[in-house]
């Protein structure tokens, strides 16, 4: 495994190894024995990996139910479509 692969590896499986496929795992682990490249491209996704799953960075429950209620409350010339209700207004 080249840490080109690797790192397509860690895009598709994150960072921790034993949710990868055991083939894919036993390479990467041999790559990580001898790359320094790897080992910080691990470190990485593990570092993203656990800010993006602390419970105080979520966000409240309910909050996207509340989202669409309120959405769709609103009349439709106000949602942003067009007289016939089936193309948004163009932003440019």
Do not use: C, N, Y
Request: zero cysteines; hydrophobic letters at 40%.
């Amino acid at each position: 495994m080249t840490d080109e692969e690797f790192r397509d590896r860690l895009d598709r499986h994150g960072g921790d190894l034993a949710l990868w496929p055991a083939d894919a795992a036993r390479d990467a682990r041999r790559l990580l024995l001898r790359s320094v490249k790897a080992q910080a491209m691990l470190d990485e996704m593990v570092t993203v990996e656990l800010a993006l799953g602390r419970s105080e960075d979520r966000p409240p429950p309910g909050l996207a139910d509340r989202i669409f209620a309120a959405a769709f409350r609103l009349p439709p010339s106000e949602r942003g479509f067009d007289e016939d209700g089936d193309q948004p207004t163009r932003l440019m």
